[in-house]
T-cell receptor
Framework: GQQVMQIPQYQHVQEGEDFTTYCNSS?????IQWYKQRPGGHPVFLIQ?????EVKKQKRLTFQFGEAKKNSSLHITATQTTDVGTYFC?????????FGKGTHLIIQP | GAGVSQSPSNKVTEKGKDVELRCDPI?????LYWYRQSLGQGLEFLIY????????KSGLPSDRFSAERTGGSVSTLTIQRTQQEDSAVYLC??????????FGNGTRLTVT
């Protein structure tokens, strides 16, 4: 079945440093979604990418969808303490939506 | 409008007891998902309902787990003869077909 893999599993950064998480699918995706889960909270939708090579920005967050539509990345510029949480990518599959295991972002002030 | 509502928010039960977890999706959302999340871990897919189609039960970890969705709206996840390894947060999400998921706040289940 479809697999969605994310790396790294954990990322420690100093406040102000950049952060990137990578997502790879075993199959070509029609779209990819990104979610953020704050500690103690539930996942919240951030963005959906649909087109091959698409790049979208939300303030300090930049999302990319690969040309082959099998990989994606999320880059945060100049991290802030409010960025703490787990970032999940997800792609549609037979089970509706398959999530990666997430990247835990830990920020040291 | 109201988001996805889950109840109870917390449930402590003794090993061997049955529990029922409820999910009230956003009105009009045809898709409903159940996920399980252990502390610090990812989202483990359990079951997926889409419209009136038969549910995809491929993620249910054992035959002690079952779920139903009545009238295409409210869903109940039932765990029979609970075990300590069932302790986790159970998350429900709903969506329009193929659109982003809206998650509830989850039910934290503790089996003692």
């Amino acid at each position: 079945g479809q697999q969605v893999m994310q790396i790294p599993q954990y990322q420690h950064v100093q406040e102000g440093e950049d952060f990137t998480t990578y997502c790879n699918s075993s199959t070509t995706l029609s779209n990819i979604q990104w979610y953020k889960q704050r500690p103690g909270g539930h996942p919240v939708f951030l963005i959906q990418l649909v087109k091959s090579g698409e790049v979208k920005k939300q303030k300090r967050l930049t999302f990319q969808f690969g040309e082959a539509k099998k990989n994606s990345s999320l880059h945060i510029t100049a991290t802030q303490t409010t960025d703490v949480g787990t970032y999940f990518c997800a792609g549609p599959g037979a089970d509706g939506l398959t999530f990666g295991k997430g990247t835990h972002l830990i920020i040291q002030p | 409008g109201a988001g996805v509502s889950q109840s109870p928010s917390n449930k402590v039960t003794e090993k061997g007891k049955d529990v029922e977890l409820r999910c009230d999706p956003i009105s009009g959302h045809t898709a409903l998902y159940w996920y399980r999340q252990s502390l610090g871990q990812g989202l483990e897919f359990l079951i997926y309902f889409q419209g009136n189609s038969a549910p995809d039960k491929s993620g249910l970890p054992s035959d002690r787990f079952s779920a139903e969705r009545t009238g295409g709206s409210v869903s109940t996840l039932t765990i029979q003869r609970t075990q300590q390894e069932d302790s986790a947060v159970y998350l429900c999400a709903s969506s329009l077909a193929r659109s982003p998921l809206h998650f509830g706040n989850g039910t934290r289940l503790t089996v003692t």
